[in-house]
């Protein structure tokens, strides 16, 4: 995954992957790094209610009103234009990450791929 992060970097693709580090400790067996206050997806979207679940279109966002936008980094913006513009650029660095790990993964032949395992 560095690999292919660094190679799209190379090309000005700003796809803007999160990579953690994992250490292997033996076979199938390891450890990651611990992320504070993130969430996987699924969960954003049990959030949402059990009948719709990852069918409702606006579950993360309505997770990340309720979780994320609450942060010094939104709530001390002076002027709505600055707050629009954190916001946007919130959302775009998401939407390139998220597909930045799906074709990753996708390249890489790893089968293991459902929101459980996409973080925000």
Same mark, same amino acid.
């Given at each position: =995954?560095?690999? =292919?992060? +660094?190679?799209? $970097?190379?090309?000005? *693709? /700003?796809?803007? #992957?999160?990579?953690?580090?994992? #250490?292997? @400790?033996?076979?199938?067996?390891?450890?990651?790094?611990?992320?504070?206050? !993130? $969430?996987?997806?699924?969960? =954003?979207?049990?959030?949402?209610?059990?009948?719709?679940?990852?069918? /409702? $279109?606006?579950?993360?966002?309505?997770?990340? #009103?309720?979780?994320?936008?609450?942060?010094?980094?939104?709530?001390?913006?002076?002027?709505?234009?600055? *707050?629009? !513009?954190?916001?946007? +650029?919130?959302?775009? !660095?998401?939407? @390139?990450? *998220? $597909?930045?790990? !799906?074709?990753? @993964?996708?390249?890489?032949?790893?089968?293991? +791929?459902?929101?459980?395992?996409? =973080?925000?």
């Amino acid at each position: =995954m560095k690999i =292919m992060d +660094r190679l799209w $970097a190379e090309e000005d *693709l /700003k796809i803007e #992957m999160i990579i953690y580090d994992a #250490m292997e @400790t033996g076979f199938e067996q390891g450890y990651i790094e611990f992320v504070e206050n !993130s $969430a996987v997806i699924s969960k =954003m979207h049990e959030q949402a209610g059990t009948i719709c679940g990852s069918y /409702k $279109a606006d579950s993360i966002k309505n997770y990340f #009103m309720k979780n994320i936008s609450t942060n010094d980094i939104f709530t001390k913006c002076n002027e709505e234009k600055e *707050l629009s !513009s954190k916001l946007k +650029r919130y959302h775009d !660095s998401f939407k @390139t990450s *998220l $597909a930045g790990q !799906s074709v990753a @993964t996708y390249v890489l032949g790893i089968r293991d +791929r459902h929101p459980s395992n996409y =973080m925000l």
